[in-house]
C-alpha cells in the first residue's frame, strides 16, 4: 500500500475494491516532473484494455463503466483517461487522466511531431494530432513523434468529472 491507502498502481481486481471514479494523484518527481492522476474503472467490454488505448464512457452508461471509443464517443467529457498497464475485460483498474503516460496512435497515421495536440480519433481507442475544428476535443499533447500504431508518451489531460 502507498501513502493514500491503495494498492499498486498497476494491480488488477475482479471486483470493486474501490469505488469506481475515485481520482488518485501521485506528487510529482524529482527534476520538476508533472505529477499523475489515476481514475478507477471497470473495463465494461469484452476485450482486454491494452497499454495506451483511450478508454470512454459509453453511450447511456453512467459513472466509470469504460469502453474502447466509437466515433461519436470521442468527445473530452467521455473521456476517462489512458490505460497503463492491461487491464481485464470485466476486471477494474487504475487508469491515467493527466501527467505524461503512454498513449497509442491510430494504425494508418502517427502523432506527426513533438508538442501537437491529441484527440481520440474513435478507432480501437487510438489518438491522432488534433486537425481544425477539433480542438474542443483535445485531451493532451505528445512529447515526440510517435509512428502509426504505436505508442509514445503525452502529456494527459482528461476532465476530472
Known sequence: MNNHGFGPIDEVYTSEVIPVGTIREEPPGYGGVAPKRYRF??????SAFVVGEVVVRGDGLTGYLGLKPSTSQRTRQRVL???QHAIAAGSFGWIQCGGFGTVKAQAGSGLTADTNFVVS???AGTVEDMAAGDEHLVIGQSAAAIAAG????AFIDCPDI
Open 41 to 46: 474503472v471497470k473495463n465494461n467490454t469484452v
Open 81 to 83: 483517461g489512458f490505460v
Open 121 to 123: 480519433n474513435g478507432t
Open 150 to 153: 504505436a505508442t509514445g508518451t
